[in-house]
């Protein structure tokens, strides 16, 4: 390397999943395909490994060895992910993480996006529209339809317009 030239970009560990390419269970297929899915679609860098082929019996041995079977299995079935040589989970492990918005922490990834974070804490709602929001909700009327001080009050709200009237006539 020489002094013009930049030092090369650290590589992230690639996340080792272990599949079973003639796996006759459709839960297990539809499992490994929506988890390369999710990674390829997140640029998250993957192996696939297929311990159902030939040659791979050390690589299978290790998943067994590191991931946890289910109640009444013998062994730990596919899907298994691994980071390097840390086991991360197994499918149900990666969906929640997915669907909780945890997958790179699930992973042991940097997150490459914040986390998304929801509206303010309801902590700092102000005294006088929580009281806005009580009366409006005892009124059965939602605190944003109650009339603000100074506007107009002749405008016709929104809900209020009739929607374009349909034929009442049943179809046969």
């Known amino acids: 390397m020489g002094e013009g030239e930049p030092a090369p970009a650290a590589t992230p560990p690639a996340i080792k999943i272990f599949i079973s390419g003639n796996s006759g269970s459709k839960e297990i297929s539809n499992a490994q395909h929506r988890i390369t899915m999710i990674l390829k679609s997140l640029g998250i860098v993957m192996e696939v490994v297929d311990i ?3 040659g791979v019996e050390e690589q299978r041995d290790f998943m067994r ?3 946890k079977k289910k109640e009444g299995q013998r062994f730990a079935l596919p899907p298994q992910l691994f980071n390097g040589e840390k086991y ?3 499918y149900d492990d990666f969906d929640v993480a997915n669907e909780d918005d945890e997958l790179e ?3 042991g990834l940097p997150r490459k996006t914040p ?4 509206g303010k804490p309801e902590d700092e709602i102000k005294p006088e529209a929580e009281g806005a929001e009580k009366v409006a909700a005892a009124e059965g009327a939602p605190a944003e339809a109650a009339p603000v001080e100074g506007a107009p009050t002749d405008a016709t709200p929104a809900e209020a317009v009739p929607a374009e009237e349909t034929s ?3 179809t046969s």
């Open 115 to 118: 986390k998304a974070v929801s």
């Open 105 to 107: 922490e699930f992973l």
């Open 168 to 170: 009442a006539e049943p």
């Open 52 to 54: 159902s082929a030939p």
């Open 88 to 90: 991360c989970g197994d």
């Open 65 to 67: 060895a590191g991931a």
